[in-house]
C-alpha cells in the first residue's frame, strides 16, 4: 500500500509539473484574446439585436495592426512616424515612458539590435546584492564625482514585472560586471521574476 501510495503521489507530481505549463500558457493566451477582442469588439455589432460576435474584435485588431504596419512601410507612414516621435519626445515624462516602452518593444518583438550596449550586473541597493543592469551610454560630461571625475556609465535597472519603471544609477565604469547576455534574455528574465533563464548556446 505505501509503495502504490508513493508511486500515485510521483504521478500526481509529474502530471502537475506536465500541466501546469501548459494551463498556464493557454489561460494567459486566453485572457490575452479576450482583452484584445473588448477593445474593438464592443464597437461592432452586426448581428441583429446588437449581439457581439466572439473573435470579431480581435480579427479587427489583427487587422488594424497590418494596416498600420503597411502605412508605416510607405513613405508617408514613415514620415508620419518620425513626426509624431518627434512630438512625444518632446513632452516631459511622457518622452521617458514612450522611449522606454520603445526600447523593450524593439528588444522583444524586432530581433533587431537595441540601444542598450551592455547587459551588466550592478550592486544595488547596497554592497552583496546584485541587479540586472543595462547600459545605456556612457554618463553625461556635466556629472562629476566627489574627488575627482570619473569614467562612469548610464545604467537602467528595470523594475519586475514592469521594466518600463526602474531606476538610472551612473556607475564608475570599473565597478560594473559585464556579461554575456543578450538585453531581450535580460529583459524576459526580469519580466518573469528570473523565472525564465537565457538557454545556453551548445558548444
Do not use: H
Not at 140 to 153: P, T
Request: aromatic share 8%; hydrophobic share 50%; proline share 7%.
Amino acid at each position: 500500500m505505501k509503495k502504490l501510495m508513493r508511486r500515485l503521489r510521483g504521478d500526481l507530481l509529474t502530471g502537475i509539473v506536465v500541466l501546469t505549463p501548459l494551463v498556464v500558457t493557454l489561460y494567459i493566451f486566453v485572457q490575452l484574446f479576450l482583452k484584445v477582442d473588448n477593445l474593438l469588439g464592443r464597437f461592432i455589432r452586426p448581428l441583429p439585436g446588437g449581439k457581439e460576435v466572439p473573435g470579431l474584435g480581435f480579427l479587427a485588431v489583427v487587422v488594424l495592426l497590418v494596416l498600420v504596419g503597411m502605412l508605416a512601410r510607405s513613405v508617408f507612414g514613415r514620415t508620419a512616424i518620425r513626426a509624431g516621435e518627434k512630438l512625444l519626445t518632446r513632452i516631459p515624462l511622457v518622452n521617458r515612458v514612450y522611449l522606454a516602452v520603445q526600447q523593450i518593444s524593439r528588444a522583444l518583438l524586432s530581433g533587431r539590435r537595441v540601444p542598450f550596449r551592455q547587459v551588466v550586473l550592478v550592486e544595488f541597493p547596497r554592497k552583496g546584492i546584485y541587479c540586472l543592469g543595462l547600459v545605456t551610454s556612457e554618463a553625461w560630461e556635466g556629472i562629476e564625482v566627489a574627488g575627482g571625475k570619473e569614467d562612469l556609465l548610464a545604467v537602467f535597472l528595470p523594475t519586475t514585472p514592469n521594466p518600463t519603471s526602474g531606476f538610472l544609477l551612473f556607475v564608475p565604469a570599473e565597478e560594473v560586471i559585464p556579461l554575456e547576455v543578450k538585453a531581450e534574455d535580460a529583459l524576459k528574465m526580469i519580466i518573469s521574476g528570473g523565472m525564465v533563464y537565457p538557454e545556453r548556446e551548445p558548444s
